[in-house]
């Protein structure tokens, strides 16, 4: 191998070494320490103070209910409507297609707000209207508990599932279908008999991905769960680092191997899952072609099912949030709410200090973060895509390790990594910490792009005497620009909404968007954090309009030279 090369690789191998493998290191270490100011000092009394707390039980058996129910609520809802928008004549099924995956845009803080605000006892909209309606002394409907943390959870990870199911719906062979509709099977029996078995691995696939993200989820957990005093092992943990007077990082840290241990076991059994599915592929020869299902006299009725899940799921949680902004309490919409409007709320949150701060560290953060995380991906994507080595292997396993961490697991990790070091309780350790995290969401879509660019370029540039780095910098990185705008642009508003990482590591100075938003949800300022919710949906709108400018006009300028 290349010299230069061989040292790039070997460079990349310990910086994102350092970035994940580093906290999960300093977590089990953690575990077994007596606390932050103890540290090395080994000890098991944390590993017996927490599983042998008398909590823990009921918090195992929420969270198994809440992860299993949410991912089959999930993978449900997913394969329905894979189901009508591939394989049927439902009309508008472009459009319920891309409705499908929005809720991916709304961060999952807002989207548990937007419920809380429709279906909290006291004074949920849709409560409010039911009560009225249908003259009921109490709230039909008490979103604080496990049956609404289950039903939030599942619409958040429906676009995923969806994502994993319609594509493997999409390529089912008609030959299939048709084999079994000339043996006397209709269309009930050939999909329960023929269809669903054979898209088996991608429905336990989304299935178990579902799991992994509602294990690692904080958001619906901390908004929904926490109100009714309903604790999984996320919140469970929240409460350890975050309330009481004597904060216990080991015993946290203690309780989290165990959730990074599911978490991890689960990731090794979805991709097992999601390799076993060239088992079954269905598409041999050019003359595939998909099916389509007559629906008959059930198309309309299902259109408006479907029109009612996709309005439910993209319309409105921002719709709810957009009109509690103005309105000065919560209510139901009428002319009176209406005639009551004003740019309270929106005053309020732009001249509070805090909120202003919040703003300001989330701008650096997402705007910085995502540039430094670019950089670093570019670098780190070239190596496992151009380089074929065992080193540039075990490269892309550590740059793909975080996918199977949870977030305020993984907090707990770098909390215990940061202590040691000047950048405890400072926005650095926030943005480390972040670019960590979300590396994969940077170097996916620039391996992708890497993938196109042909190594004779790369030659020929190297041949005319051009160093490995003016190579990348005049060659390769201009030909990258769709896939660096992509990377930029996931990475800028993930970093804009983060919540998990920044519950355990933001300190007095360094809050951010999710955590002042939080802030405004546990003292029930609904007008407040909804204005401020706007803002963060409008900043990372705005962040992918740029990115998306910027990137279109260089191309054109690359174009034009």
């Known amino acids: 191998m290349d010299p230069s090369r061989s040292k790039l690789t070997y460079s990349l191998i310990l910086i994102v070494g350092v970035l994940t493998v580093g906290p999960v290191v300093m977590l089990v270490l953690g575990s077994f320490s007596e606390g932050l100011t103890a540290f090395g000092q080994f000890t098991l009394d944390k590993y017996v103070e927490a599983y042998t707390d008398p909590a823990l039980l009921d918090v195992i058996v929420n969270t198994t209910v809440f992860v299993l129910g949410s991912s089959l609520l999930s993978t449900i809802l997913a394969l329905f409507l894979a189901y009508l928008n591939n394989r049927t004549d439902i009309p508008f099924k472009f459009l319920f297609k891309i409705l499908s995956i929005v809720p991916m845009m709304i961060p999952h803080l807002l989207f548990s707000v937007s419920w809380a605000l429709l279906l909290n006892p006291s004074n949920g909209m849709i409560n409010l209207v039911l009560k009225n309606v249908l003259w009921l002394e109490s709230a039909p409907f008490n979103v604080y508990s496990l049956w609404g943390m289950i039903l939030v959870e599942g619409l958040l990870d429906l676009p995923i599932a969806y994502l994993i199911i319609a594509p493997a719906m999409a390529s089912f062979d008609v030959a299939l279908e048709e084999s079994s509709r000339v043996f006397g099977a209709g269309t009930w029996r050939t999909l329960v008999r023929v269809t669903l078995p054979v898209l088996r691995p991608a429905i336990l696939a989304a299935f178990i991905l579902g799991v992994v993200r509602s294990l690692a989820s904080f958001a619906v957990p901390s908004v929904i769960g926490m109100p009714g005093r309903v604790y999984v092992l996320a ?327």
């Not at 060239?278 to 099916?291: D, F, H, L």
């Not at 509690?324 to 309270?344: G, H, I, N």
């Not at 042909?454 to 896939?483: N, Y």
Request: glycine share 6%; with cysteine.
């Open 235 to 561: 919140t469970h943990l929240y409460q350890m680092i975050a309330t009481g007077f004597a904060t216990d990082y080991g015993k946290a840290a203690a309780v989290g191997m165990s959730v990074l241990a599911a978490s991890v076991t689960l990731i090794f059994v979805y991709r097992a899952l999601t390799a076993e599915s060239e088992k079954y592929v269905t598409i041999s020869s050019r003359g595939y072609r998909p099916t389509v299902i007559e629906l008959k006299a059930a198309r309309i009725p299902l259109f408006f099912v479907v029109a009612i899940l996709s309005f439910i799921m993209a319309v409105l949680p921002v719709a709810v949030l957009f009109y509690t902004s103005f309105v000065p309490y919560s209510m139901v919409p009428s002319a009176r709410a209406f005639s009551m409007m004003s740019l309270k709320h929106w005053s309020a949150v732009l001249t509070d200090p805090l909120s202003l701060l919040s703003l300001k560290n989330s701008l650096f953060l997402g705007v910085a973060g995502a540039t430094l995380g670019v950089a670093l991906s570019i670098f780190v994507a070239y190596v496992i895509v151009k380089v074929k080595t065992r080193a540039a292997g075990i490269l892309e396993s550590l740059s793909f390790l975080s996918f199977s961490f949870p977030g305020i697991v993984i907090g707990v990790g770098f909390m215990w990594f940061f202590v040691q070091t000047p950048l405890y309780a400072t926005l650095w350790a926030l943005l480390i910490g972040y670019i960590a995290t979300y590396l994969p969401y940077g170097i996916r879509p620039l391996a992708s792009a890497f993938v196109q660019v042909h190594s004779h370029l790369e030659e020929s540039s190297q041949v005319c005497g051009a160093s490995a780095l003016t190579t990348m910098r005049r060659i390769i990185v201009p030909l990258l620009v769709p896939g660096i705008v992509s990377a930029w642009i996931l990475m800028a508003t993930m970093f804009v909404r983060e919540l998990t990482l920044s519950v355990v590591l933001s300190r007095p100075g360094t809050e951010v968007l999710a955590i002042q938003i939080l802030r405004f949800a546990d003292d029930g300022l609904w007008g407040k954090l909804s204005a401020l919710g706007i803002i963060m949906i409008g900043i990372s709108t705005s962040l992918v309009l740029i990115a998306t400018l910027v990137g279109a006009q260089f191309k054109a300028e690359q174009s034009a030279g």
